[in-house]
């Protein structure tokens, strides 16, 4: 019977577990392969003014060229780096990679922009951050405040002292915090006014429901952006009739289809030398 019992065991075992495991390995040696070989490329997705709708900025998205799966995106793989902890070297690959397109539209184009880089929270438990975003900073000629960092809700609240001296730290070269996806994590209002975040980023879900004359949740959190003094984003703003309605509200700055996917460097580089 033990016997049986142990056999059924690895049954199991063969059939999803190693499978996973298998997979998760896979994965992980292609992460460290396609970071070698230049396969992840950023894309630009222009931040905008409600108002009159120019381009601020960008917001830099992975994307990855897979040697065999072709273009996958960073649903498909962000958690898996987030899960074998290469997501710390993954987002340093990439902040690099935002540095480098920066330093060359800086010297292309005169108009000040700003990109911002979305990373794991799990950089916000050490210093070593700060000095690395202050080397990008120092050896690119980065102007001040021109790369900036995105991070979600949920992951900031752990080592709240910590994070907090990191932010500072990252505040003191001009890098803002903008707060990614707000509305949909723990919520954890408590602290948003403990911490230095400068900016709020709008969930798309909020942006999904808007309605010509009531809003209570997005309504609810422009007040609050605005007693705490944050600026605000809305995401994924994909109709005119989305952004007639926000226009009427006390939200900053937009992003989404309607204005333009994100884009390659090449193609959001026009709009810098057109628009801002
Ligand atoms: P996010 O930071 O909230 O980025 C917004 C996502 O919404 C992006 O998906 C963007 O392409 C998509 N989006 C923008 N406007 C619209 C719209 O109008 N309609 C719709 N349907 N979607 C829109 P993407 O590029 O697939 O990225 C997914 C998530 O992956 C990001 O969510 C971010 O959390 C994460 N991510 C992306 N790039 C990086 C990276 O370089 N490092 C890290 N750590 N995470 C990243
Ligand atoms: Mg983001
Ligand atoms: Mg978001
Ligand atoms: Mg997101």
């Not at 799990?122 to 120092?138: A, E, G, M």
Request: glycine share 6%; aromatic share 8%; with cysteine.
């Amino acid at each position: 019977e033990a016997k049986s019992l142990g056999r059924g065991q690895v049954q199991i075992f063969n059939d999803s577990m190693q499978k996973k495991m298998v997979g998760a390995a896979v994965l992980e040696t292609d992460i460290q392969n396609g970071m070698r070989n230049n396969e992840f490329e950023l894309y630009y997705q222009p931040i905008f003014e409600i108002k009159n709708n120019k381009v601020k900025g960008f917001e830099a998205l992975v994307r990855w060229h897979h040697p065999e799966k072709g273009l996958v995106l960073p649903n498909n793989f962000i958690t898996a780096a987030e899960d074998s902890g290469q997501i710390l070297q993954l987002d340093l690959h990439l902040l690099k990679q935002a540095a480098k397109q920066i330093s060359q539209w800086q010297s292309e184009y005169k108009t000040h922009f700003t990109i911002t880089v979305n990373v794991s929270s799990r950089h916000f438990s050490s210093l070593d951050f700060v000095s690395f975003i202050k080397n990008l900073y120092q050896i690119y000629k980065l102007k001040t405040g021109s790369l900036c960092i995105e991070i979600t809700e949920s992951g900031l609240i752990e080592n709240l002292a910590l994070a907090k001296e990191i932010i500072e730290g990252l505040q003191s070269l001009g890098v803002r915090l903008y707060l990614d996806d707000f509305g949909t994590g723990y919520s954890a209002l408590g602290y948003l006014h403990q911490l230095p975040i400068h900016v709020l980023k709008i969930d798309k879900s909020f942006i999904d429901n808007l309605q010509n004359d009531n809003n209570p949740l997005v309504d609810a959190i422009l007040s609050l952006a605005k007693s705490l003094k944050l600026e605000v984003v809305a995401e994924g703003i994909e109709t005119q009739e989305q952004l007639d309605i926000l226009k009427q509200t006390s939200c900053n700055y937009g992003q989404g289809y309607l204005k333009a996917k994100p884009l390659r460097a090449l193609d959001a580089a026009i709009l810098i030398g057109k628009n801002i």
